[in-house]
């Protein structure tokens, strides 16, 4: 069985809210919004296609913005895939989505749509737009009545990180069929995502133990633990051992990028991860992905460079998220180092002075 490549694809940066910790304007509040025409989303399509190939792996394209929806030829490129036999999920929002839309998107062939809540009503609604809270809560009841499985997940920072217990309880509630979070990366703008290596690993005790209580409940959400720091906690807790059939220098888990991810911006940018502002590798109306992928990306694999992971028993399966190590040790607007440590780990690893107790 050939295994999936996944490609974030921004079709758009149309989108009916501003987000504070929106990456696409993080930088410049003022941009004019991008937009791939309809031949750019036929050769973006071709290229990926070109590159799996080459790779023997299969497609899967995460179609997201802005919001993708907005843009005038969304429903042509879903057609498109779905001619193609193409799999994917949407990243968007949940204001134009009706019983009669999702039903649509379910015929296209739409598996998941992601949704965000990002603290309870009024926390949200701060973070995005007023009204924003209630409608997307009632939106995942739109998703399901179509069969499109609703994903919510939530950007964790210091403005939030107290009420994630009581998102869970809320998303738990209204029956959503996958929950996640993942934590904010810093821009230039600022430094710190505003929690500590002590706050974040006690989050994920309640947040285990939440789990835990929901899944013996019989409970339809499934948690998804996509922060790789849920490896470190699970190493210290025993439900992660190390097996004993690993292979020195293979790389089994931990963070996608340079390993079977990328993204793709509407202006045709590749970077390696979204999240890391820095991370450019090309243009895919000017590149081959096939190249890129051996060439520019080979810079996001260079694993003993990571300054604490290397050192850790765990760097072929944790690694933490060097989105947020990036982001966290940016110095006067200059990006930091892909390698540098996750501000948020909090493992002494020997030899590494910047170490949290």
């Keep these: ?11 758009t940066d149309d989108c009916d809210q501003r987000c504070r910790h929106c990456y696409i304007f993080s930088e410049n509040n003022c941009k004019k919004p991008d937009s791939c025409n309809w031949e750019q989303m036929q050769e973006i399509v071709a290229n990926c296609e070109d590159f799996c190939e080459m790779y023997h792996r299969l497609p899967y394209f995460y179609i997201t913005g802005g919001d993708p929806i907005l843009h005038p030829d969304f429903w042509k490129l879903l057609a498109l895939l779905k001619g193609k036999s193409i799999p994917f999920a949407i990243l968007g929002n949940p204001f134009h989505l009706d019983d009669g839309v999702c039903k649509k998107l379910k015929e296209y062939g739409c ?6 809540v990002d603290g309870m009503r009024e926390t949200h609604d701060w973070f995005r737009k007023p009204g924003s809270f209630d ?13 499109i499985r609703a994903v919510v997940m939530t950007t964790v920072s210091g403005t939030n990180i107290k009420e994630i217990p009581d998102i869970i309880d809320t998303v738990v509630a209204h029956k959503a069929d996958v929950f996640a979070f993942a934590r904010y990366c810093p821009t230039s703008e600022e430094k710190d995502t505003g929690i500590t290596p002590v706050e974040y690993r006690k989050l994920l005790t309640v947040c285990d133990k939440k ?22 906690y699970e190493y210290e807790t025993g439900e992660f051992k190390i097996p004993e059939d690993a292979e020195e220098g293979m790389i089994y888990g931990g963070c996608n990028c340079g390993n079977c991810h990328m993204t793709i911006l509407p202006t045709g940018d590749v970077y390696a991860c979204r999240r890391v502002l820095s991370s450019k590798v090309g243009n895919v109306f000017e590149d081959r992905l096939a190249d890129v992928w051996v060439c520019q990306m080979e810079k996001y694999r260079e694993y003993d460079r990571f300054k604490k992971c290397s050192k850790c028993e765990l760097k072929a399966w944790c690694r933490g998220c060097p989105a947020v190590a990036s982001g966290a040790h940016s110095i006067q607007g200059m990006p930091g180092d892909f390698y540098d440590a996750d501000p948020q780990c909090w493992k002494e690893v020997p030899g590494d002075e910047d170490s949290h107790s």
């Design 135 to 147: 409608i997307t809560l009632e939106k995942i009841g739109c998703l399901k009545r179509a069969g």
């Design 111 to 116: 598996q998941k749509y992601q949704l965000s």
């Design 211 to 232: 789990f835990k209580e929901y899944e013996a409940a019989g409970c339809e959400t499934y948690f998804n633990k996509k922060d790789h720091l849920w490896t470190l």
């Design 1 to 11: 069985m050939k295994e999936y490549f996944a490609f974030q694809w921004h079709i």
